[in-house]
């Protein structure tokens, strides 16, 4: 099935792990491990979803835009309290700010890939952070779990 996914399935398929990333204190040292609690990225329903997504990269409607090198598109704009960005990167993208946090699930795509200095997994930006986002060693295809929608673009 997931060779086939339009959107809208994507989407549902996402829907149970946003649900439950709404219990995520994205201000607590220990964020990423609450969200490896809850799903852990070697489970069964996490290699669902990078199946899908990597079954889907070169389509119309997972990420549409490119700019700068970085390919990305919205996948919900609402979505049990977040929307959900797709980003296929292979070195920096746009500086911005996170007002209420950002949950990251980033898949390994090519080479040793690093995100911010992060191997493949979950990664958890607290309240009010910032950074240009960058992968180095290799590309990843991440999805960008932003609470509330809120992005900020910065110079």
């Not at 993208?93 to 795509?109: A, M, Q, S, V, Y």
């Not at 960058?134 to 673009?153: C, K, N, Q, R, S």
């Amino acid at each position: 099935m997931t060779d086939t996914l339009n959107k809208e399935q994507f989407v549902e398929m996402l829907r149970p792990l946003a649900a439950a990333l709404q219990a995520v204190d994205v201000d607590a040292a220990d964020a990423s491990q609450q969200v490896e609690n809850i799903a852990a990225f070697g489970s069964d329903s996490i290699a669902a979803i990078r199946k899908a997504a990597l079954a889907h990269i070169d389509s119309e409607w997972l990420m549409p835009k490119e700019a700068g090198g970085v390919r990305f598109g919205r996948v919900a704009k609402e979505l049990c309290g977040f929307s959900v960005d797709c980003v296929y990167m292979s070195g920096p993208g746009p500086r911005h700010r996170h007002p209420n946090g950002e949950i990251d699930l980033c898949f390994t795509t090519k080479g040793a890939a690093r995100f911010d200095g992060h191997s493949e997994g979950w990664l958890v930006y607290g309240k009010g952070s910032a950074h240009v986002p960058t992968v180095t060693d290799g590309e990843m295809l991440i999805l960008y779990f932003l609470p509330g929608g809120a992005i900020e673009f910065l110079n």
